[in-house]
């Protein structure tokens, strides 16, 4: 048994999942993650293909979990009895509000004390602004920081006897980006990953951004399967030209194509990364 339960200091949960990211987490490792966000806008910023979501809401439905500290003491308890994995917890500032810092403090004790007798590990989102200094200490000694480094991509556990002043810097979120006028987001050309150090669970973060904005990648995610790292490299640097070609396609569409039904269908055809060659005859040849 080695489970264990971290702090990621985040204001919201687009940061949240931003440092998620940065996670070398294996793509066979059960996930779950529980928050104030519906599935519907969770969309926006998480690949939930693979994550069981639960939405914390007085509401009742499938995938709802209501923010009662005991059904939600009991949902976690009856989780880690069984099998290993990974658990993402978010919302502690709005539960906080609705049951006070003494009673959610006791419940991390609790999941923290169940957890060590698990093969499971707990990440919670603690926003450093809605807590004073001795809430932060008491939860950070339960559930120390976990300092995501994201330029660098280290991480390391700060000891409970540091400084809690000395926060991680805040970070630009990644999930922001640029939209065209109908609201989807604009295809931009990210920088090309190098081979060397390349591993699976960088791809993985490349098809999330790319499926961000809206692109299908289902061919190249048939390749996270693969043990050989130069194979699935060299699929990588396949759809990397695709991704390449269908972003000059889509600036060159959305500033001389005038005709609405024609620029939508071809718009489609982009994010689908289909017809390329196609749509590069017709719109890039005399």
């Known amino acids: 048994m080695s489970g264990r339960m971290y702090s990621i200091q985040a204001e919201n949960s687009a940061e949240f999942v931003d440092k998620i990211d940065q996670l070398d987490l294996s793509i066979d490792t059960a996930q779950i993650f529980v928050s ?3 599935p519907s806008r969770l969309l926006d910023v998480l690949d939930i293909s693979s994550i069981r979501c639960y939405w914390l809401t007085s509401s009742q439905g499938v995938g709802t979990l209501e923010p009662s500290l005991e059904k939600i003491n009991h949902f976690l308890e009856s989780t880690l009895g069984e099998g290993e994995g990974i658990i993402f917890l978010e919302g502690l500032e709005w539960l906080t509000s609705l049951h006070g810092f003494e009673s959610v403090h006791s419940m991390i004790r609790t999941i923290s004390e169940r957890i060590s007798m698990s ?3 707990v990440y919670i989102a603690i926003s450093p ?5 001795r809430e932060l200490s008491r939860i950070y000694r339960e559930a120390p920081v976990l300092n995501v480094t994201i330029d660098e991509q280290q991480f390391t556990e700060m000891e409970s006897s540091q400084s809690q002043h000395d926060h991680p810097a805040n970070i630009r979120s990644s999930l922001e980006m640029d939209l065209n006028e109908d609201g989807t987001p604009k295809l931009v050309m990210l920088t090309k990953l190098p081979k060397s150090g390349f591993t699976k669970q960088i791809l993985q973060r490349r098809i999330l951004q790319w499926r961000r904005m809206g692109l299908d990648t289902a ?3 048939s390749s996270l399967y693969h043990e050989d790292i130069d194979l699935m490299y060299a699929e990588y640097i396949q759809i990397e030209e695709n991704v390449r070609r269908a ?6 569409i959305l500033a001389d194509v005038k005709d609405t039904q024609e620029r939508t269908v071809a718009l489609f055809r982009i994010r689908q990364l289909t017809g390329l060659d196609e749509l590069e005859n017709r719109y890039f040849l005399d």
């Open 36 to 38: 104030r966000l519906p």
């Open 119 to 121: 093969d499971w590990t």
């Open 129 to 133: 602004s809605s807590f004073d200094q």
């Open 219 to 221: 061919e190249v995610e």
């Open 247 to 252: 972003v000059e396609l889509e600036r060159y």
